[in-house]
T-cell receptor, first 113, second 118 residues
Framework: GENVEQHPSTLSVQEGDSAVIKCTYS??????FPWYKQELGKGPQLIID?????GEKKDQRIAVTLNKTAKHFSLHITETQPEDSAVYFC????????????FGSGTQLTVLP | GAVVSQHPSRVICKSGTSVKIECRSL??????MFWYRQFPKQSLMLMAT?????????EQGVEKDKFLINHASLTLSTLTVTSAHPEDSSFYIC??????????????FGEGSRLTVL
């Protein structure tokens, strides 16, 4: 089955700096890659996703890049703010939808004021 | 956006009792709902997949008699932890896939339910 590895497990950045979280996946058939933000004591929320026919997608301060050849994808947050502090999970699935998502292990992002 | 409501958000129970957690899609119909378990500082572990009107599909290693899932309608799924023990204490999260536009196929998560078994 699919295996998703996520790095780093913890990341601290100064407010205003950029943060990058990287994930690799094992199944070349995976074609849907969402990113979720989970605040303490809450459920995950989708922040951005990308499908395999696209190499990059941006939404304001958040961007995701996908390298299908290398089987890795990354989340980029620019101009970080304290409210960006949370746990971020990457995920991958086959079939182009959110069914049967395999999640990464999570990254605790701390934005220092 | 679409909202998935979980209830209760926190529950404390005595060992040996059963606890029911509800997952409702408030403003959309869900083709499929998923139940996850999350230990502190760990990722989400899929427990089971629930389709309306049919039996849930459990992941390997998840006891179906221990974690009863009922999906009675397109907007409600329930997870019952039967004869709960302290090792069942965890954060349980549900998610739902929207059936119709404008969010067709998109996955929405509930807020989670913190179960503590004494």
């Amino acid at each position: 089955g699919e295996n998703v590895e996520q790095h780093p497990s913890t990341l601290s950045v100064q407010e205003g700096d950029s943060a990058v979280i990287k994930c690799t996946y094992s199944d070349s058939a995976s074609n849907y890659f969402p990113w979720y933000k989970q605040e303490l004591g809450k459920g995950p929320q989708l922040i951005i996703d990308i499908r395999s026919n696209v190499g990059e997608k941006k939404d304001q301060r958040i961007a995701v890049t996908l390298n299908k050849t290398a089987k890795h994808f990354s989340l980029h947050i620019t101009e970080t703010q304290p409210e960006d502090s949370a746990v971020y999970f990457c995920a991958a699935s086959i079939g182009g939808s959110a069914r049967q998502l395999t999640f990464g292990s999570g990254t605790q992002l701390t934005v220092l004021p | 956006g679409a909202v998935v409501s979980q209830h209760p958000s926190r529950v404390i129970c005595k060992s040996g009792t059963s606890v029911k957690i509800e997952c409702r899609s408030l403003d959309f119909q869900a083709t499929t709902m998923f139940w996850y378990r999350q230990f502190p500082k760990q990722s989400l572990m899929l427990m089971a997949t629930s389709n309306e009107g049919s039996k849930a599909t459990y992941e390997q290693g998840v006891e179906k008699d221990k974690f009863l899932i009922n999906h009675a309608s397109l907007t409600l799924s329930t997870l019952t932890v039967t004869s709960a023990h302290p090792e069942d204490s965890s954060f349980y999260i549900c998610s739902a896939i929207a059936r119709q536009a404008p969010n067709t196929g998109e996955l929405f998560f509930g807020e989670g339910s913190r179960l503590t078994v004494l």
